[in-house]
């Protein structure tokens, strides 16, 4: 039934963002309280992407998921005025997404290097002296008109 997921998990969340102990687990430990006037019924849904990342650089290869992992909380004021027909739980909802990251790390060789760097020189000469060329010939013009 596909590929086995690996044991490496890489979190790109907000709670991995901000340095938590759980950031390669997001969903461990995890709880949530829900307060309202209904006694804490509500609908809880979880929706956590996975998404297939190749890292490869010059002596590593490095196959992991990235993790993105959002929930939200529907009080059951909002599903009675808006008709939803679910049900107050917990939905949990995994996406594998079938586009994979190719991360890959590496140098151009010196030629390409060099060859740009030319290139941004000589760019640089041709403004300059299109804008020098520019104001004498204007500056130029305007002394004739003064005369």
Do not use: W
């Amino acid at each position: 039934f596909g590929k086995k997921l690996p044991s490496k998990v890489v979190a790109t969340s907000p709670t991995a963002a901000k340095g938590k102990s759980n950031a390669h687990r997001p969903m461990e430990g995890r709880m949530h309280i829900i307060e309202n006037q209904m006694g804490g019924i509500a609908l809880e849904s979880i929706q956590v992407k996975l998404i297939p990342t190749v890292s490869s650089g010059f002596f590593f290869e490095e196959q992991y998921y990235q993790m993105s992992v959002i929930d939200h909380t529907i009080q059951p004021e909002t599903m009675v005025n808006q008709g939803v027909s679910m049900q107050p739980g917990l939905t949990l909802s995994y996406d594998v997404t079938p586009l994979a990251v190719h991360h890959d790390e590496g140098r151009d060789n010196f030629l390409v290097f060099l060859s740009s760097l030319i290139g941004i020189v000589g760019g640089c000469f041709v403004t300059v002296g299109l804008l020098t060329g520019c104001l004498v010939h204007s500056a130029q013009a305007v002394a004739k008109k003064v005369d």
